[in-house]
Structure formats: structure tokens, C-alpha cells
């Protein structure tokens, strides 16, 4: 069946440095990808999307790209602070089925 | 505030004793959903409803049932708990349903279930 998953299950950054967590998916027919991140105790949270029309996109210190040739997503993290500590996780829609199949997660540490 | 909540946040059961964890969304959303997240598995869609009576199995329905009576509401039932129901439950919702192009859940702050 249809995956998506992550390259690392864990990645630590030194604060004020930038942070890249990877995602590869399987499934061809995707055209919607999400990142969420997920703070102990908390649900996850929506961070950024895109469509798989655009190969970049741009939040406030997050970007988004999106490989569709190799079917890879990553989302990059500027200036990281101990905000950002948590579970990140990708999640896609494969291009018709009515839910978001989502991936392990990679938890990222920032080190003060 | 706009928000999904699910109740109780921590339950500790019996085997075979039912128990229902409930959620509610104040947003008007059609689409609501439960997930289980349990260690390197990520989280795992149970049921998922698109709109008041509509329900659909997930990917791990089995041994849970839900109800959509009130577009509101969207609860979460065990009929007969077992160990391998023991997990953290999500709980989310969204404002169109995922194929018309707005996928961004919101989620409940999570039901942690122990099943003794």
C-alpha cells in the first residue's frame, strides 16, 4: 500500500541554526501535503502546506519544498529556537481518498 | 476560541468495561476524524465522518464505533475495551472535506486510554 515516511526519526540543531526534516512518499497520485508539529501534551498542530501545482512555499521562518520527481517533501525551519522543539510530522492526501495518511514523525531537539 | 475538545484527557478502564471519549468542535466543520498515535506508528485513522450521519471506516476501525448525530459532535466508542486499544486518541476536524482541497485539521489536545 501507499506510505509516507521519514528519513529520521530524530535531528538535533544548536539554537540559531536552521533545521531541515525530510518526508518521502509513495504514493504517485498525491496532490496535497501538510506539515504539522506536535508539542508534548499537545495535538498536532497545522504548520504549512502545499500542492503538489508549486514546488515551494513560504511561512513565517518555515519553507516548504516539494520534489515531486523523487516524491520527496522537506520542511526547513530558519533561526530555530526552543519553540521549536517537537514532533514533526508530513501527511499527504492521496489525490482523491478523503483522509490525510500521515507520516512516523521526526522529533526535533534544539540545543540551547 | 475555535477549537476541538475531546473529554477525558486521561482514562484508565478494564478490559471489556465500554467506555465513549467524546469531541466537540465549535467551528461548523463538516469533516471530522479519529486518529490512535502510538509509538512509531504515527497516527492512524480509526473512523472519519463527512458530515451529520455520514461515517466511514478508517484504517483501523476495528473494535470502535462513533455516531454523528449533531454536526458538533463526534464521539468515539469502545463497545468492549482490550489492551491493544491502549493508545493516545486524537480527535479533529476540518472545514471542507479533504478532497475539495482544505485539509488542514484541527485536533483535540488527545485522550490518553490505558485498558488494564
Known amino acids: 500500500g501507499e506510505s509516507v515516511g521519514l528519513h529520521l526519526p530524530t535531528l538535533s540543531v544548536q539554537e540559531g541554526d536552521n533545521s531541515i526534516i525530510n518526508c518521502a512518499y509513495s504514493?504517485?497520485?498525491?496532490?496535497?501535503f501538510i506539515w504539522y508539529k506536535q508539542e508534548s501534551g499537545k495535538g498536532p498542530q497545522f504548520i504549512i502546506d502545499i500542492r503538489s501545482n508549486m514546488d515551494k512555499r513560504q511561512g513565517q521562518r518555515v519553507t516548504v519544498l516539494l520534489n515531486k520527481t523523487v516524491k520527496h517533501l522537506s520542511l526547513q525551519i530558519a533561526a530555530t529556537q526552543p519553540g521549536d522543539s517537537a514532533v514533526y510530522f508530513c501527511?499527504?492526501?492521496?489525490?482523491?481518498?478523503?483522509?490525510?495518511?500521515f507520516g512516523t514523525g521526526t522529533r526535533l531537539t534544539i540545543i540551547p | 476560541e475555535a477549537q476541538v475538545t475531546q473529554n477525558p484527557r486521561y482514562l484508565i478502564t478494564v478490559t471489556g468495561k465500554k467506555l465513549t471519549v467524546t469531541c466537540s468542535q465549535n467551528m461548523n466543520h463538516e469533516y471530522m476524524s479519529w486518529y490512535r498515535q502510538d509509538p512509531g506508528l504515527g497516527l492512524r485513522q480509526i473512523y472519519y465522518?463527512?458530515?451529520?450521519?455520514?461515517?466511514d471506516k478508517g484504517d483501523v476501525p476495528e473494535g470502535y464505533k462513533v455516531s454523528r448525530k449533531e454536526k458538533r459532535n463526534f464521539p468515539l466508542i469502545l463497545e468492549s475495551p482490550s489492551p491493544n486499544q491502549t493508545s493516545l486518541y486524537f480527535c479533529?476536524?476540518?472545514?471542507?472535506?479533504?478532497?475539495?482541497?482544505?485539509?488542514?485539521?484541527?485536533f483535540g489536545s488527545g485522550t490518553q486510554l490505558s485498558v488494564l
Open positions: 501527511a499527504e492526501n492521496g489525490g482523491g481518498n478523503e483522509k490525510l495518511t
Open positions: 479533529a476536524s476540518s472545514f471542507l472535506l479533504p478532497r475539495q482541497g482544505d485539509e488542514k485539521l484541527f
Open positions: 465522518s463527512m458530515n451529520v450521519e455520514v461515517t
Open positions: 504514493n504517485s497520485a498525491s496532490d496535497y
